[in-house]
């Protein structure tokens, strides 16, 4: 059963998600809803398909549409999430992962294109500004270097004490599409996201910690007709007879296909803004978000 | 039933599809099949949901990864039939329709830009050159004006022999995505089509004869489901019980998604110089194909 | 003598640009001076190359490095000026001149594309948003069609009481570049400009009054070149034989360089919008500027 | 003196140019002239302003606007003398520097995007496809990391035998902007270029050969200013002396202007695609130059 999603949290609502090994916490802020999923043992990451370690996702059915204010609060929770993430000091490396040149992928490269970079000027910061550098590596097919080998190579000799890695995903349900930010302490693993375009990127194979934040772009078609179908099938038959059913009904072409918003490129733009205001103002505390916002325009 | 395709030969190949008023022809060329759809009453206009009128399609599965000896082929045969359906003399208005900041809308635009404008020039070619020109009116969002409108202003003005419409097209079955060429001359109605902003651009609002052009670039994600779903009904149901089912089925957020290939925005640049090539090569018979090309890069 | 300027403010600052016919009013304000030009006769117009009408100018050295709170004052300015140019009521229709794909010609259709357009919402707004339409009739070279031969076209069917042009200017002196706004009565008259792509667009050719702004992205490489070669000249002989000799030394290739800030790119973005900011607030009386510039992110 | 030109063929065509240490071999061919220029001592690097190795350059006054076959033909020339330089086997990491958001910074970043990349399929082909991977650094104010370090970072993981770097450069007159292509075997040294992004990048640093590629796009301004003023102020005084004034004349704000073709954006695809041509033409013997042309479109 290949669900397609990088979502942990989509892993814990369906059925046997949640069991040993996991704990989800839930609370609600006006609209949004967030998420803490924590996987605490091998077993439960072989069920859920996901890797041991903590996920927070934040939900807003508005998350592209909200006012300049909103969008400041929700970039303010992201940043203190991610505070606790990173490590309180030194370098960090943030990695814009994806093809810029393919809408539904470009999440990575326009974040990576907003983030205030400050590597280069600390002899003259004084230690008011948190070095940061921020690259994009492309992907495999356009560069011939995997992303988790451009990963290493850049750690390797910037020494950095954590990486950011920052990529578009890939939900189940095409409600989250957009409207879904995740944040992760286990970095990237392969099997899903949107371009296939990765190798593990984590803390075992970087050496220092790997903190992996992305919003769903996608919902595989696949997913989204095998979806539809279970539904069906599960009121006449076994869930196991149901899913395989709806699976053989997959045709391949539709693996190749994406279901998304038709304004995808206009919700593109918001959304790594936001991301990219969130990540600046989590790594830049002697900043206020307001001036931080300046920065992107 | 809303199927929301633009291809008059999907609505042939459905139950009820041919009949009484439509004649339905169809040709094979290596991996090519053509198709000739003519809808001759006001009746079958009805029953097809398609206006009254001559539509021609050429679909071929490897229609974006076409050797460039193919895609001028595939040019070749678009163009005869767009010789065919245009007036021999005059200038021709090419308008590309679509939002070019939304990937899978830009289809008209790209196309615009690739064309062989010619109608300032007249002067200095001696008649070697048809005169064209060639703009995108952008979408009523962004300016404001309809399309239907601004087609209009300028036909007024221009005087032009003919209208050639371009626009991104909505399918019924993936499998025809960025696979199928569709001209008609039957203009542009409302109600399908990626962006929706479509009022009448025909033979009837601008007194000249209008072409449309296009290549399906979606599938609304609501078609790709209640499709799978009916295949399943089907089998146990009475028709029009399974497609109400279906219909039931489709929720109101699918209807704002659609389902395109992940590297749609590669695609469109090989598939809107083809067609660029195509009506270049219509309109200008004093140049070969191949001079044509050079001039696309 | 072709200066190649479209700031009326330079050819005052040049020996015999003042004198009967013209008035000049200037006025500071903090690092930003403004100048008023009135050109009152047709003698005063053929002596300065400049149609007769009136040209308001601000200067800020700082302009494309505004803070934020800096920009909508600017803009707050713009829109009072341009208040006071335009009619009070009846549709606007906002024309983006020049090449989108040229960076320093792309001013226009930059600025277009920020507009709050309100024209086809006219039912829903109960008179709460003025009527505004934009739209980029693109270059002659790409469209076949006259920037001016568009304007009319649009003007006799939309039927707006004003016309509102951005264009990318030229400028005589490089410190001009990226920090001069120009609003002009006077409309557009070919022979200047960044792209050469303007026939005469005024309240002659489209009987309603047409306003023109824009801001300059280049200096003609001649222009530089027959400057800094005149400074010498000077000194040693008569300001005529100066010119002439400089103007013999200016090559043929030079003609069709341009001198262009490094980073023109960047600044575009910044001064686009800022020039949109302001055309939406002289549109839009009912919103706050602060609400506005909310719209353009 | 600062010349501020990548070209060294420029600098051995001025005064005092070519001497003891240096040799200049021209050839025409057609229309096209070709010139190698060998810089074999330390002083001659000193007085040159270059370092010691190899120039080639080939200037074609219509290097933007060649027909298909031409453009082919210069491709090939390239090719062959790129071949000479590079060693014959191992993997080639190709560098494209600049700024991709900055028109006359970007040629890197394209010609990047041209490459055909096969280090990821060498497992595939069995021998037939020469090892290429290809990135684009970004510049030290997006990214917070040295060109030079990113270089170091990736040739030490990724063990090329071969570096070649491709950037756009900065001319000293304006009739070699996109007419003159200029390799190296010397590597990328400070101090002049589009951007200043580039501490050195050569054998020294990488400890593998480093060949760098490049078209100029500009000449800054105050380069043609000077230029100007030399020439008048040679007639009548003693060379320093002229030289001397000439410096004096140029203003500071020239010195971040630069003189470019108004349609550099235009220019930079067509220029891009032809290196990019040339590159997988020097790397992949096995295909026909034809074959690769279509690679690229």
Known sequence: MDYRTDLAMERTIHPGGIGEGVTVQTQSEGEAEITWVRIHTPTAAKRLGKAEGTYWTMTHPEMPYLTPEERIDVARQVAQTLRLMLPPKGT????????????????????????????????????????????????????????????????????PSAVLVVD??????????????????????????????????????????????????????????RDALKTIFATEKEDAEAHALADSLVSQTQQDLVVTPRNIDELLAGLADMLALAINCALQPSYSIEELTHLLH
């Open 168 to 225: 578009a995903l890939a939900a189940m349900e095409s409600d989250h599409i957009a409207t879904t930010i995740q944040l992760t302490d286990t970095g990237i693993h392969p099997g899903s996201g949107v371009g296939n375009h990765r190798k593990e990127i984590t803390q075992e194979t970087l050496h220092v910690p790997v903190i992996a934040m992305g919003i769903p772009m996608v919902v595989y078609a696949s997913t989204i007709v």
């Open 92 to 159: 960090v490396l943030v990695l814009g992962l994806g093809n810029r040149r393919m809408t539904a992928d470009a999440l990575g490269d326009r974040v990576v294109s907003g983030i205030l970079v400050t590597r280069h000027l600390q002899e003259y910061s004084a230690g008011a500004l948190r070095s940061v550098c921020a690259l994009s590596p492309g992907v495999l097919g356009v560069t011939g270097v995997e992303t988790a080998e451009f990963a290493l190579s850049l750690v390797e000799r910037l020494k």
